[in-house]
């Protein structure tokens, strides 16, 4: 089977417009959740959300072709654009053989809700000709694959919060079985809207601590109140091995390892046997290797927390042998399908750079979560091998490996 490297990387998120400083906010405990300004917030029961502020669309795009896309797709654009410019491919690079992996778990949202106030208010005549191409989620894969010219296979992903996981999983799966020679994941999500958020709360799913903005997601924390929304975008540049290596890219890390599952249990409640078996199929691809660190899927919810750590528990065989596993939506809030990309890029940074990101705003620890979750400050520690987990209402599951290069 083919080998499969990461040779580019981007980010934007809530406390950074790029990869590097957005690596940095994180580990440094750095939270960017705070009052909505998107949208008028006194709408909704849930008033904070980690938005990406001070983001000019007309910076990743012609100025008149913004409006043809939904900003989901511009902060796709933006990421995608980071680890194209980082992974420095050559011009007679065979596009033909390189294709696109997307994913974003709602898409357009904000198009959505727009244009179905025009057509309640206005009429249907007066719906924007770009709203569907706007809103679609394979749009995302559509704008970005246009402007690299990405030929190759076009994939799309919908998983709700497993979504960018299952990127990269489908991406690795074609380049493994010689489908394409690199692939472009781009993960991408912005549904803080009045709709957005307002679903979400009416499902009690929210943290409602409008007051203390920067506290309110609290993962693995006894007091934790709900997920935090939030929004943002990752790419990562994802290659066959042999062909890296003759042209010399650099090598972030390889994939070495996914699993995936479904829970067949409830449209929203989780359950702890799907994430399992999730992890197992990975952690078994991988060859069981000595884990280094888990990227927990960690939302701030009372039943995600206690099921994927009694989850990590039994795949690792008991607390004592469990790795350090944190959570960085303290710091960003839960950007839904990008959450898997935006972690991912996060992981292999970790391993760059030998840093365990921290698990911010924990104050009261919650018994059922007893693991070492790098509370509060990052730490120092060599980083080899790391598994990312991400799952998604429907009881979709999804996991990676991913291993630093020697």
Same mark, same amino acid.
């Given at each position: ?18 990869? !590097?400083?957005?690596?940095?906010? #994180?580990? !440094?405990?750095?939270? %960017? ?16 959300? &980690? ?60 198009? #959505? ?67 394409? !020679? ?14 957005? *958020? ?38 990562? *540049?994802?290659?066959? $091995? !042999? ?13 070495? %390892?996914?699993?995936?599952?479904? +829970? ?9 046997? &799907? ?42 065989? %008991? ?42 705003? $924990?104050?009261?620890? +919650? ?5 070492? #979750? ?10 080899? *091998? ?5 799952? %998604?209402?429907?009881?979709?599951? &999804? ?6 290069? +020697?």
């Amino acid at each position: 089977m083919r080998r499969v490297v990461v040779t580019g990387l981007g980010m934007i998120n809530a406390v950074g417009h790029d990869k !590097e400083s957005a690596f940095k906010a #994180i580990c !440094e405990g750095e939270c %960017g959740i705070d009052t909505i300004s998107i949208y008028d917030p006194e709408t909704t029961p849930a008033k904070i959300a &980690g938005e990406v502020r001070e983001f000019d669309p007309a910076t990743v795009m012609a100025p008149k072709e913004v409006k043809k896309a939904d900003r989901f797709i511009h902060l796709g654009l933006k990421a995608a654009q980071e680890a194209m410019a980082e992974a420095n491919f050559a011009e007679d690079t065979d596009f033909d053989r390189f294709g696109i992996s997307a994913a974003s778990g709602i898409g357009g949202l904000p198009a #959505i809700e727009k244009n179905s106030v025009i057509l309640d208010t206005r009429g249907a005549r007066r719906l924007s000709p770009f709203f569907i191409p706007s809103a679609l989620v394979n749009m995302l894969g559509g704008f970005v694959s246009i402007e690299h010219g990405l030929k190759g296979p076009n994939l799309s992903c919908a998983t709700a919060c497993a979504a960018g996981t299952h990127a990269i999983s489908e991406a690795t799966k074609t380049i493994m079985c010689n489908g394409a !020679e690199a692939m472009l994941v781009v993960a991408a999500e912005s549904a803080i809207t009045g709709v957005g *958020v307002g679903g979400f709360a009416a499902m009690k799913a929210l943290c409602t601590d409008n007051e203390t903005p920067k506290t309110a997601s609290r993962p693995f924390d006894a007091t934790r109140g709900g997920f935090v929304m939030g929004e943002g975008a990752a790419a990562l *540049v994802l290659e066959e $091995y !042999e062909s890296a290596k003759k042209r010399g890219a650099k090598i972030y890390g390889e994939v070495i %390892g996914f699993g995936e599952s479904g +829970d067949a249990n409830h449209i929203t409640t989780p359950s702890q046997d &799907g994430p399992l078996r999730a992890m197992k199929a990975a952690y078994k691809m991988a060859g069981e290797p000595k884990i280094d660190y888990v990227s927990a899927h960690g939302t701030s919810t009372a039943i995600n927390d206690r099921n994927e750590t009694a989850a990590v528990k039994e795949i690792f065989g %008991g607390k004592e042998n469990c790795p350090p596993m944190s959570s960085i939506k303290g710091q960003i809030g839960h950007c839904l399908g990008a959450a898997g990309g935006i972690e991912a890029v996060v992981s292999l940074l970790a391993m760059r750079d030998g840093i365990l990101p921290p698990t911010i705003n $924990y104050v009261n620890p +919650d018994p059922d979560c007893d693991l070492d #979750i790098v509370p509060n400050k990052s730490r120092k520690a060599e980083v080899n *091998v790391v598994m990312s987990n991400s799952f %998604g209402f429907g009881g979709t599951n &999804g996991v990676v490996i991913l291993k630093k290069m +020697d």
